[in-house]
């Protein structure tokens, strides 16, 4: 029995948080992002529950860290919603250029668009990531009919944006300045979210 009273479970060594990442990133491209539990993961990994929570947050936290990202889009998009709506484009928009500019945060993020487009398993997990953390999670911020539909146009107009500045490198697109992405792609993002929204 260890130091915590738990039988069979191992304590907080260094090697635990390798561990847990090894676990978790294969369950996670096995099972999808939505049916994996954090506490199956701790169960096959052989550790409390509570030690995920310690070393990573929340599932959603594990997952980046899985993935090798150290920053979570749906993080950035999720604080970008929780001001005006009728701005949410241009923050949204400048929050995620700053992110995929810095090549310490944009490298990982071309890393696992590039895995999604050649593995079903993680195209599927980063799907139900797309679904359960960003999609689902606008929808239920700017309400109204068709929620969800006007979500995924906006998240779909965003993720054609990346694929075609930072995967691609499509000119004009991919040298454009920052400033210009956003006066150009605010308005179609405010359309997508509901028309209540153009100013």
């Keep these: 029995m260890n130091s915590s009273g738990a039988r069979g479970r191992r304590p ?6 390798a561990q847990i990442l090894l676990v978790a990133r294969r369950r996670f491209l096995e099972g999808g992002y939505q049916d994996v539990t954090l506490r199956s993961i701790a169960a096959e990994a052989g550790v409390d529950l509570a030690l995920i929570s310690y070393y990573f947050g929340s599932k959603k936290g594990l997952l ?23 701005t949410f484009p241009q923050r949204a928009l400048h929050s995620l250029l700053r992110l995929w500019e810095d090549p310490a945060t944009g490298t990982p993020l071309r890393a696992l668009l590039a895995g999604a487009a050649h593995d079903a398993a993680f195209a599927d997990l980063v799907k139900d990531m797309t679904e359960k953390e960003l999609i689902d999670k606008i929808a239920t911020r700017i309400g109204g009919r ?16 990346i694929v075609t500045r930072y995967i691609l490198r499509l000119e004009p697109m991919a040298s454009m300045p920052p400033d210009e992405i956003i006066r150009t792609y605010s308005p179609p993002l405010r359309l997508a979210l509901g028309g209540r929204y153009v100013t």
Excluded: M
């Design 12 to 17: 907080g060594k260094p090697d635990t948080r």
């Design 64 to 86: 980046s860290a899985a993935l090798a990202l150290t920053v979570n889009p749906s993080d950035i998009l999720g604080r970008a919603a929780q001001g005006d709506l009728a």
């Design 146 to 161: 068709d929620a969800r539909k006007r979500a995924a146009a906006f998240c779909a107009q965003i993720a054609g944006l």
